[in-house]
């Protein structure tokens, strides 16, 4: 028997955010500096009332990213400008009880955002495919790709911005990040630039979407790592192919 996907212990370790992210962060990958907040303070998470504190302790200032420890697809992700907006960001996310009570508050990377797909390992080398632009964020976030379809708010960066060191500084972080996440298929990492123009990882993902267009009525359904493919001249099938050739 033979297996396309990852090992599912490593797809729920790296499902929490936080804790994927602390992890690129202390191998050295440039990764969005956050902390996280509940409720009730405990180990490790910091109380809702003592917020401010926090943000004062961690050095971050807004506007900030209030997400899920553990979400997908946009959902409860919002930029918050103050200290009452984090609050009725938190309390709200809090009270739809859907992700749990433990919240990430993390630094506001407002630059160009791009994502990158990494392939499973050939040979025991990982390769990134082109980066692709997200665009047309609402709020400082992407839409989630079942309202906004992917291919109407992205795509592939130029020849010219894959070689800027910049880029190719990310490109080589998200590489590093697959190899320790043990990714054993096709994993994709959202990159945002910071003030300065350097990209720092966010949210990297075990179980990209992965649609293709299948169907009548669906031509517009590429997904990111669709998108990424076809910079090299690939087919949504030949995506497939490649992710079936990593079969272990
Ligand atoms: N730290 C951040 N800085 C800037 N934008 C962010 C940050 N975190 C999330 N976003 C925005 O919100 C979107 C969704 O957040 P993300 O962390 O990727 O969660 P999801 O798992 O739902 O994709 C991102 O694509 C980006 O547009
Ligand atoms: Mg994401």
New binding site residues.
Partial sequence: MRIVGQLPTLTQRYDD?FATNRMLEAAGLPV?R?FLMAPAARPGVCALADAEAALTQADLSFPL?V?PVR?????G?T?VADLAALNAAAVALIANAKFGDTLIV?????GD?V?VTVMPPVDGAYRALRPVR?FN?QD???P?NGDVAVTTNSAVIDEAELASLPMQAMLDACVRAAALVGARAVIRI?C?ADASGDYKL??L?MKPNMTGPGRPGRDDQDCLSAIAARADGWEFAQLLEAMLAAAW
């Fill in positions: 955010k969005a956050s990213i997400k979400g997908r697809g946009s959902q992700v930029q993390e630094e506001y990377l407002d955002e994502t997200r964020q400082g976030v992407a989630y959202d945002r966010f949210d993902n």
